[in-house]
Nanobody
Framework: QVQLVESGGGLVQPGGSLRLSCSAS????????MSWYRQAPGTERELVAT????????NYADSVKGRFTISRDNAKKMVNLQMNSLKPEDTAVYYC?????????WGQGTQVTVSS
């Protein structure tokens, strides 16, 4: 079945960087767009970034434009999120997301905490 496993979260100071990774299995990865979402306590899950199946198209939430970069490696079946200039408001659980044949799958999430 479709599985997504995130890694790379942690505690970082404001202004710092983190790189999240999501390893995918159970589907033809190169055929599907992939997304990263995040959810802070007491808020709804929000879309952070999306990348097309080939990587030729990306889209970002206004709050992360210019600071975050989504990328993918279809040979390794991985999607990454490079996060720079992190702010306390970026603190959240970050989730990898795929919609495969109409079914939405989420990873287990990885915690990112931005604090001094």
């Amino acid at each position: 079945q479709v599985q997504l496993v995130e890694s790379g979260g942690g505690l970082v100071q404001p202004g710092g960087s983190l790189r999240l990774s999501c390893s995918a299995s159970g589907f033809t990865f190169s055929m599907y767009a992939m997304s990263w979402y995040r959810q802070a306590p007491g808020t709804e899950r929000e879309l952070v970034a999306t990348i097309s199946s080939t990587g030729g198209y990306t889209n970002y939430a206004d709050s992360v434009k210019g600071r975050f970069t989504i990328s993918r490696d279809n040979a390794k079946k991985m999607v990454n999120l490079q996060m720079n200039s992190l702010k306390p408001e970026d603190t959240a659980v970050y989730y990898c997301n795929a919609r495969v044949r109409g079914v939405i799958t989420w990873g287990q999430g990885t915690q990112v905490t931005v604090s001094s």
